[in-house]
């Protein structure tokens, strides 16, 4: 059975950084792309950050301020928020994308806020 898990989400003032992690479990086959969505209360899904065979894509608002990784051996993928702002503040998912099916983690939700 695949789980995804996240951390690291929490309360953060802004202009500070959090880094938070998804870990991943059980066989997961023909993955094409991983990455990071968040919902914000009262809105869609959105995509933040994505990497989808060699390329990294990022949504408009954190270009310059977030970056995706992954650690294959860890099974692992990285989000490194800096700069943050307010409306940041939402729950962020790990999303894994295979040919037959996404994948989800449950949310780890960031808060910034003085």
């Known amino acids: 059975q695949v789980q995804l898990v996240e951390s690291g989400g929490g309360l953060v003032q802004p202009g500070g950084s959090l880094r938070i992690s998804c870990v991943a479990s059980?066989?997961?086959?023909?993955?094409?792309?991983v990455g990071w969505y968040r919902q914000a209360p009262g809105k869609q899904r959105e995509l933040v950050a994505a990497?989808?065979?060699?390329?990294?894509n990022y949504a408009d608002s954190v270009k310059g301020r977030f970056t995706i990784s992954r650690d294959n051996a860890k099974n692992t993928v990285y989000l490194q928020m800096n700069s943050l702002k307010p409306e940041d503040t939402a729950v962020y998912y790990c999303n894994i994308g295979t040919v037959m099916r996404d994948y989800w983690g449950q949310g780890t939700q960031v808060t910034v806020s003085s």
């Open positions: 059980g066989r997961i086959f023909s993955i094409y792309a």
């Open positions: 990497i989808n065979g060699g390329r990294i």
